[in-house]
């Protein structure tokens, strides 16, 4: 309690400019006493504006007040230093290495607690009370510490920069604007920020994706690792039981198989090992470069994001593709087959027999991926029948053909209410979800305003008219347009122009496993129009938005 009263007593006796107990104290006229050096001091900075300030609550007077001593607060100032109250604050009220100082306290400094960026200035603790109890300072931006504020002061003006050009990318203030900025592209420093927040938000989303698709391919080549290593041990056990039998008549061959085996094994791990040591030094770059961007994101001073913002580098292509395919390792385990197909006819084959075997060994490939269909033949391998939901349509549109064919109405449809109807935007979705490999394809009469060929989650909102619902515009779907004479890709409201043959044919292609999805013209060939790689969470179903006077069927390929 005593050490309680101490600290009241020294905060009640401080000196708010030197933030020292009070030396022969003088008190103004708005009641603030302080040193007489101090505001003496603090004064003879003021004398060429004509008026002087309070350094506490900024009441000016003119002309210069005349102080006298304040002699009870001096005598109570020794009393309580004959009862033990020291001169000087703690250590830690110092500014260290890294630490900014009060740009108000003159003598010793004291550590600075906030900066403002209305005032231009750094306070500690003491001087930094009438930013927060003051209504005058409500509105003032308060930050972390920081040295760079004087850079937020326009060197040829002598302004705050609060504004941004985009037309030369810097900082100006509002004469820049009206001056050799007049006419440029220009927006507060706060709209900038906002603007590239944003950006800085999806470069780190993609880092953050890539990362963790990384870390399951990661995980993908450690089980294949184990599982090479498991199926190659298991070949090689069974092959040397097989020759064992054979006694010397095989015991060379089976030394030679044996060592095939262990060199292919070899090669196989080397590989997987390989591309994991750089997919996982991949991690560790994207993760570095994640904390970079995430220390700019965390930046509070508009100017001094902007200012480092360019510097970035940018973010290099990924070095392998997100999808590993893995080969079923049946090809060790076929090396025993072979081997005791050749076990009775021993004698008449064993030349035969060395050739085949190490042929099988050889074609063991761990990482081989499985293509991408290449021709209209191969797409329709994984023909995908179509049908449309009546409970998802929206009333202003017209199911027909077997519910494949959906056409624009000008008058409501007479459809029950059901919970999945989509009651704003002019949509319907399949009855079939789509996992695996798909392909499907559209003929459309894309009307006035044209159509979407889409594929969504099922769980995409349905009531209402808000992007939440629209095809494209939220992180649930994937949409392509198919206008008069242009296409459009989009997703998450973010809009790519697309250029190729306009055809009245669309085909559609999914891998939901490998996270691809495609979109080709289909005439006399097929030709890509966009292609998209992600990842996909859930199970898919293909939707469209059929516009005014517009009709989509989905085709029968079968």
Not at 304 to 328: A, D, G, K, V, W
Not at 410 to 418: G, L
Request: charged residues 25%; hydrophobic residues 30%.
């Amino acid at each position: 309690m005593a050490q309680q009263e101490n600290q009241l007593d020294r905060e009640i006796l401080s000196c708010s400019i030197c933030v020292d107990l009070l030396k022969d104290p003088v008190t103004t006229v708005c009641g603030h006493s302080f040193c007489k050096s101090c505001i003496n001091t603090h004064w003879d900075k003021e004398e060429e504006k004509g008026s002087y300030s309070c350094p506490q609550c900024r009441e000016t007077f003119t002309p210069r007040p005349v102080l006298g001593k304040n002699t009870m607060l001096a005598d109570l100032v020794e009393e309580l230093k004959k009862t033990g109250l020291q001169d000087a604050p703690a250590d830690h009220c110092y500014p260290g290495p890294g630490d900014v100082a009060c740009d108000v306290c003159t003598g010793r400094k004291w550590k600075a607690l906030k900066s403002c960026l209305n005032c231009l200035a750094s306070y500690c603790e003491k001087h930094l009370q009438p930013h927060l109890q003051s209504a005058a300072f409500k509105k003032h931006k308060l930050v972390e510490p920081s040295e760079k504020l004087q850079e937020n002061i326009c060197s040829r003006h002598d302004e705050v920069m609060k504004m941004f050009c985009r037309t030369d990318q810097q900082c100006i203030c509002y004469l820049c604007s009206m001056d050799e900025h007049k006419d440029h592209n220009i927006v507060s420093a706060a709209a900038e920020r906002t603007e590239r927040q944003r950006e800085l938000g999806l470069r780190r989303q993609t880092i953050q994706q890539r990362v963790q698709d990384t870390e399951k391919d990661v995980k993908l080549l450690q089980q294949e690792e184990e599982a090479v290593n498991g199926s190659a041990d298991k070949a090689v056990e069974d092959s040397e039981e097989i020759f064992t039998e054979l006694i010397r008549l095989l015991e060379k061959r089976s030394s030679d198989v044996k060592q095939q085996i262990r060199s292919q094994q070899e090669t196989e791990v080397s590989r997987v090992r390989e591309l994991q040591e750089r997919l996982e030094q991949e991690i560790t770059e994207l993760k570095r470069k994640d904390h970079e961007l995430k220390q700019l994101s965390d930046t509070e001073d508009h100017n001094q994001f902007l200012h480092n913002y360019p510097s970035l580098s940018p973010l290099s292509e990924s070095t392998h593709s997100s999808s590993i395919r893995i080969h079923p390792l049946r090809n060790f385990e076929d090396v025993r087959a072979a081997v005791s197909q050749v076990r009775g006819r021993l004698h008449d084959i064993l030349s035969e027999t060395e050739t085949e075997t190490l042929q099988i060994v050889s074609q063991v490939d761990v990482l081989l991926r499985q293509p991408e269909p290449q021709t209209r033949a191969d797409f329709l391998k994984y023909s995908q029948e179509i049908t449309l939901d009546p409970n998802t349509a929206n009333r202003r549109l017209l199911l027909s053909e077997g519910n494949r064919k959906v056409t624009h109405m000008r008058e409501d449809q007479s459809y029950s209410n059901h919970p999945d109807r989509f009651t704003g935007w002019r949509q319907v979705l399949s009855r079939e979800s789509l996992t695996g490999r798909c392909y499907w394809e559209v003929e459309m009469e894309v009307g006035i305003w044209g159509v979407d060929v889409a594929v969504t989650y099922k769980n995409i909102r349905r009531a209402g008219g808000s992007h939440e619902c629209r095809f494209g515009l939220n992180d649930k779907s994937w949409s392509f347009y198919c206008g008069i004479n242009s296409y459009s890709f989009n997703y998450n409201s973010i809009k790519t122009p697309v250029s190729g043959p306009l055809s009245s044919r669309v085909g559609v292609y999914l891998d939901h496993s490998a996270g691809v999805l495609s979109f080709y013209s289909v005439s006399d060939t097929m030709t890509l129009l966009h292609r998209v790689q992600t990842t996909f969470t859930q199970p898919l179903y293909a939707g469209v938005m059929v516009y005014i006077c517009g009709s989509i069927e989905f085709c029968k390929l079968k």
